[in-house]
């Protein structure tokens, strides 16, 4: 699996973002935005699928740490031109998801589905829970964004990151993963000490949470 960042421009502001200056809450001043180049990503996906051992399976992941991929203004036509390369066999697309429309997101899933996926990047059921990590993003965006995508019948998984200041909404989770049909990967959000959860009682809450949201999910990737 390949990450490629094809931009950092992103609406968030997610307080352990390496982008984002924790002391104003936005992007860091010495930060030039810059989409890369539609060309020189196709260029790149050519080059590394010419380099690859033959028969070998190159799984594509745009997800970056400096932006999110839905922000730039032309994901459709690189996903696309990605999926028709014989050699990628799978694109995985990781969003916050409160970027665009319902019919968009559908339409990036219907290029391949065969090969398209979006991992969705909500950290609450409700905008109050999710803005307090993933500041600036619509939720009630997101969340529609994600069903319809889910609801079109393309792969996707909703991936809920545990913070000590989400752990009110975790029954939440299993209730509108039953709700919206939709697969959850809920796992540990921190590598920064002060944020990780150790205490030995909500950390056997965690697990209890994480083995119901794990029923009858299936791996981003395709296999069972």
Same mark, same amino acid.
């Given at each position: 699996?390949?990450?490629?960042?094809i931009?950092?421009?992103?609406?968030?502001a997610?307080?352990?973002?390496? @982008?984002? !200056?924790?002391?104003?809450?936005?992007?860091?001043?010495?930060? &030039?935005?810059?989409?890369?180049d539609?060309?020189q990503?196709?260029?790149?996906?050519?080059?590394?699928?010419?380099?690859?051992?033959?028969?070998?399976?190159?799984?594509?992941?745009l997800?970056?740490?400096? /932006?999110?991929? /839905?922000?730039?203004?032309?994901?459709?036509?690189?996903?696309?031109?990605?999926?028709?390369?014989?050699?990628?066999?799978?694109?995985?697309?990781?969003?916050?998801?409160?970027?665009?429309t319902?019919?968009?997101?559908v339409?990036?899933?219907?290029?391949?589905?065969?090969k *398209?996926?979006? *991992?969705?990047?909500?950290? /609450?059921?409700?905008?109050?829970?999710n803005?307090?990590?993933?500041?600036? *993003?619509?939720?009630?965006?997101?969340?529609? !964004?994600? @069903?319809?995508f !889910?609801?079109? /019948?393309?792969r996707?998984?909703?991936?809920?990151l545990?913070?000590?200041?989400?752990?009110?909404?975790?029954p &939440?989770?299993?209730?509108?993963?039953e709700e919206?049909?939709?697969? *959850?990967?809920?796992?540990?959000?921190?590598?920064?000490?002060?944020?990780?959860?150790?205490?030995?009682m909500?950390?056997?809450?965690? @697990?209890?949470?994480?083995?119901?949201?794990?029923? !009858?999910n299936?791996?981003i990737?395709g296999?069972?």
């Open positions: 699996m390949i990450d490629i960042e931009t950092n421009y992103c609406q968030a997610c307080s352990s973002c390496p @982008r984002t !200056n924790s002391s104003t809450g936005s992007a860091w001043e010495w930060l &030039k935005l810059k989409h890369v539609t060309d990503v196709c260029d790149t996906v050519d080059s590394i699928v010419a380099g690859m051992l033959p028969n070998t399976d190159f799984v594509i992941k997800c970056g740490e400096w /932006g999110d991929p /839905g922000m730039h203004p032309d994901l459709l036509e690189i996903v696309q031109y990605a999926a028709h390369n014989p050699g990628v066999s799978q694109i995985i697309v990781n969003t916050n998801g409160g970027l665009r319902p019919d968009y997101w339409k990036l899933g219907s290029v391949a589905p065969e *398209v996926s979006v *991992v969705w990047g909500i950290d /609450g059921t409700d905008h109050a829970t803005d307090l990590y993933r500041r600036n *993003v619509n939720t009630q965006r997101a969340i529609e !964004n994600m @069903r319809a !889910n609801d079109a /019948g393309y996707c998984e909703w991936q809920y545990a913070f000590i200041w989400n752990r009110h909404d975790w &939440k989770l299993v209730l509108a993963q919206y049909g939709v697969p *959850v990967c809920f796992k540990l959000g921190s590598t920064i000490p002060r944020y990780r959860i150790t205490d030995p909500i950390m056997e809450e965690y @697990r209890f949470i994480q083995e119901q949201t794990r029923r !009858n299936f791996d990737r296999h069972s």
